[in-house]
């Protein structure tokens, strides 16, 4: 888990992992990753965000560790600012654009399982419908229309909004993406604000499940 | 001769003749230039309460569960397993008024340093907003900036935004009111006073550097009526930096948790003056202070702006010398500024040296505690001072039409386009998100845990401009039951008393009743009051204000899987009316809409308020009941279409026992649409209904129907309505956001 000066949800996020497995904080100066399984980039306003949404934050020294982590492979989850900082670095495809509405926007919403043959995605079921919370301002999906086919074609977009329910205008309805080998995630609704019944949904869960199933399958039995 | 009369610097401050000359008597000269800006704001209404102190007094303020009370920047209340929980409201209305998004932004960040500067790591802001009518332009203005400003300061700085109140009222068109409510949560051996101690130690500044931004907020802006020039006060408006403040949080409890600090203190209003003033005086030291050594935006500043700048995202602290490496190393690893700028005398003077000069010498005490106070000349109006608001619904609408006009009612209509552009969730404590309980609740512990705490702020100022007493009474008893309906019961209040000119007779008067009625109140519930805030002057150039105490609770919760929502659930299930109802139209939205503004309200049973209280707190705990919520504006039928629509389900309802039991002189009309405290909304299974009538008495369960069916069908005697559940909740949800394209 990495925390950067002005990170907000890196204690729930952090409290989320912990629920499925080990779990610790980064700092952003770190460059060493103490040897993690996987990589969890948290929500907030990173360094402020003053400039644009993750766009300082993707300079960190951390992020080179992250960068070389996730192209050997390791997997990476963004969530929110961290999903911004991802398509900052060039991690993943895309751009996230002001809301359509241009104001922040915390809102319960469903979201539909599209690809559920991934590390993140794996203890789900194809067009299983998970309740989630998304609070963003900065949060609109956008590729070219070309670049969105081929998304959707190579099987990058695992999660998208459900009919209605888009809270941001993003292209296609697209709630969360991959890379093309999949180990790199980035979505903005906030799966570590759904993991207890009691404060609104246990779905978030699916993906933390997820990604410690796979990570467990890599170890040697 | 008085020296005041040949020199009007101090007029000009806002300090009045014979004030001049106090200060000169207590400095036995002239004061210098630097001396005299100090003094005009330690010495204004907003530093010095100076005429709301005496009438503060009367508040109670003492209980078991008390751990710091008011006088530090927040309260505590003790919450068990060696955990506090500080509070405290604060305004910053004018501020707001002249530039609404850094206004209100800055005074979450105000409330924000407040609760972090006793040790506590804030968890929850709440806001209690005041608008004119949304027809008007400048309104929607600073709606729409305040709500921004708000959601920008507390979603950067990751907490969440979990409750608050709007109401647009003609009288609040000039001037806004903008309150804001923070709690937090700290280990009791953190909690730290602001006292300075330890003559010899440093005094370090922490945060931001110091620019010319809110020079003179308090004395400018905070301590007079506004006027059509209040354009050219943008200067004195602070800027906020959620982002520097994050980390300035994050610093500070670090710092005390290391055991680093000897006390604490937020700058906020009057800057370096008040703060370093107010913790000389509470430790009873002195304190010297080298501006020189301030960090500065601006490198020309000079003496007296670095020393009433109200730059934000600064703290000040005492630090042991041999500690001070330490400090300033941790504050290296956050990215923090600490500067060391001065240290504890014994002298019981305040003095300012710019390098080796000394620009300021002044005795403590007379800045901080002799600042003359006034008595109020409280003189009830012979003349109503509000003229009624414009009639926008006839007498005859009939019943459906009058309860579909007062969902859509501004004051009534859901607020979701508001706190939707909150962050309600951030920390993983909400339980309770906005308008899902009649009060926000909070696990104690972050990731859950067995216990939890509810949080509700209220105050109606129309019901209090119809009776000063009674209204403050009410927005106690309004507080309360919203916090009983979590099946939270108060540990502690805070209020933030907004008011016009208090120099005025009838201003007076409004204020010495209400907080006559909040004293009443908290006493008769057993509350004490640990903290607030008083704003003056709220006053534009079309009168002032409705008079509005904002009463802000915190109460504890056995069992946050116990707390009721307002949604009805279930087909089937019993819907009741709890508690000593009595519905009347004076003061009513009803009343609103048709145009009238009544003088006087009926005075509350406070006893019978307090059982009726425990007995709904009671019937929440035990779990008893599946959905509660408040009887408020809008009365009994809003009450029941809110349920509905929360549920998406309707129900049967007919009012016959109530009207049976409130007697002739209330007609249909009024059991529908009349207000006033001690009505709960409650739903459950028959044998749960069955079962709190038996332990309860006839007079305080009254069965009224059931729920179920698409639409709310609804009977008062002669009175009928049948209102679609997806009809009644388009007018509700969509009254605000169609203000807004």
Known sequence: MIRFPGSCDEVDALGACRRFADAELLWHGDRDLRAADAIVIPGGFSYGDYLRAGAIARFSPVMEAVR????????????CNGFQVLCEAGLLPGALLPNVGLRFVCRQVELVVENPNTPFTRACAEGDVLSVPVKHTTGRYYAPEEALDELESNGQVLLHYAEGQNPNGSARDIAGVSNSQKNVFGLMPHPEHAVDPLTGSADGGKLFESLVAHVDALQPA | MSPGATDTRHRELGLTDAEYDAIVERLEREPGDLELAVF??????????????????????????????????????????????????????????????????????????????VGARPIAILDSLRFGELDSARSRYLLEHAVAGIGHYGNSIGVA??????????????????????????????????????????LVLLGARTGRDGIGGASVLASAELDAEDESKRPSVQIGDPFEESKLLECCLELL??????????????????????????????????????PLREADMEPFEIMISESQERMLCVVEPGKLSAVLALCDRWDVRATEIGEVTDTRRLRVFSGDELVGDMPVEALVDDCPLYDLEPEKPSEPIYSPPPRVIEDDASPGQTLLALLGSSNVASKRWAFEQYDSIVGSRTVRRPEGADAAVLTLEPDGGSRALGVSIDGNGRRVACDPYSGAVEAVLECASNLACVGAEPLGLTNCLNFGNPEKPHIAWQLTQAVQGLADACEALGIPVVGGNVSLYNEGGEGPIYPTPVVGMVGEIPDPERVAGVAFLEEGEQIALLGPFRPSLAG??????????????????????????????????????????????????????????????????????????????????????????????????????????????????????????????????????????????????????????
């Not at chain 2, 005009?40 to 751990?67: D, F, I, N």
């Not at chain 2, 500080?86 to 340093?113: D, Y």
């Not at chain 2, 209003?269 to 005086?281: K, N, R």
């Open chain 2, 257 to 294: 948790d290391a055991g680093l600090l000897a006390s604490l203190q937020d700058l906020g209003a009057a800057g370096l003056s008040s703060s370093s003033s107010e913790m000389a005086s509470k430790g009873e030291v002195g304190l010297d202070i080298d501006v020189s050594r301030v």
């Open chain 2, 161 to 202: 935004t979990v409750g608050g109140e709007i109401y647009f009222e003609g009288p609040y068109e000039q001037n806004c009111l903008i309150n804001a409510m923070c709690l937090g949560v700290a280990p009791q051996d953190r909690l730290t006073r602001s006292a300075a101690a330890g003559v010899g130690n440093h």
């Open chain 2, 40 to 117: 005009s704001l330690m010495w204004s209404e907003h530093c010095a309460y100076k005429h709301s102190k005496k009438l503060l007094r009367k508040l109670p303020t003492q209980g078991p569960r008390v751990v710091m009370g008011p006088g530090e920047n927040a309260g505590a209340v003790d919450v068990g397993d060696g955990l506090a929980v500080a509070f405290k409201v604060e305004s910053h209305n004018h501020p707001s008024a002249v530039e609404p998004f850094q206004g209100a932004a800055t005074g979450v960040g105000g409330i924000l340093r407040d609760v972090f500067a």
């Open chain 1, 68 to 79: 070389e982590f996730a192209l050997s492979g390791g997997p990476v989850l963004g969530i």
């Open chain 2, 588 to 741: 009513s939205e009803l009343e609103k809409l048709r145009g009238g503004l009544s003088e006087g309200l009926p005075q509350a049973d406070l006893a019978l308020h307090r059982d009726h209280l425990a007995r709904v707190r009671e019937a929440v705990r035990g779990g008893a009941v599946s959905s509660a919520h408040d009887v408020s504006e809008g009365g009994l039928a809003c009450a029941l279409a809110e349920c509905c629509i929360a549920g998406g389900i309707g129900a049967r309802v007919d009012l016959a026992p109530l009207l049976a039991r409130l007697g002739t002189a209330v007609t249909p009309e009024i059991a529908l649409f009349g207000e006033g405290p001690g009505g709960v909304v409650v739903s459950g299974s028959l044998e749960a209904m069955e079962g709190l009538a038996e332990n309860s008495g006839a007079d305080w369960l009254i069965r009224l129907g059931e729920v179920g069916g698409e639409a709310l069908e609804l009977t008062a005697g002669v009175a009928t309505l049948s209102l679609p559940v997806e009809e009644a909740k388009t007018a509700y949800e969509q009254a605000l956001p169609g203000r807004f394209s």
